[in-house]
């Protein structure tokens, strides 16, 4: 299953969604701070939107301290990218959390420090609000419109 870790991140620092999701269960349930919950092709689509934004532009993810035991495993990455406008250079450190099924992941647990998160990619705003309860749930309401529209495009 290392190799599995190994071949999802590989494939998202070089913006190749259809690899990650190829690691991905047709099940699989995704979970972090930005989106809520996601599941089955809402999930993959949402790695076909990221790598999508984020071509062409400065865009890096690192990964280490990875750890399988059974039908579990971890690891931590790190990812730089450009976010927002005006665009600026956000760097987000993330401890990821696996259950695998099928030798495929089945369950993926993205956790980062939201309000960290907000300072670097919103700065004074993201400061002040980022670490409230109201910048998340209007933030994971953000993120799945865009995800919705992604989505929605893809199959025209």
């Excluded at 047709?26 to 809520?36: I, K, L, N, Q």
């Excluded at 035991?69 to 971890?74: D, K, L, P, Q, R």
């Excluded at 931590?76 to 250079?89: A, C, L, R, T």
Aim: net charge positive; hydrophobic share 35%; glycine share 8%.
């Amino acid at each position: 299953m290392e190799d599995l870790i190994i071949s999802f991140y590989t494939a998202f620092n070089n913006l190749n969604p259809e690899g990650m999701v190829a690691c991905y269960h047709p099940e699989v349930t995704f979970h972090d701070p930005a989106f809520g919950t996601l599941k089955g092709e809402r999930a993959k689509n949402m790695w076909r939107m990221l790598c999508k934004s984020q071509q062409g532009k400065a865009f890096k993810v690192q990964y280490s301290n990875i750890k399988v035991e059974g039908n579990e495993g971890s690891c931590d990455w790190n990812v730089s990218y450009i976010f927002g406008k005006p665009e600026k250079q956000v760097v987000n450190r993330v401890h990821a959390v696996f259950e695998f099924k099928d030798g495929l992941i089945y369950k993926h647990t993205d956790e980062f420090d939201l309000h960290k998160w907000a300072k670097l990619a919103m700065g004074f705003k993201g400061s002040l609000l980022g670490g409230t309860a109201y910048f998340k749930t209007k933030f994971q309401y953000k993120t799945n419109a865009k995800l919705d529209a992604f989505i929605k495009k893809q199959q025209v």
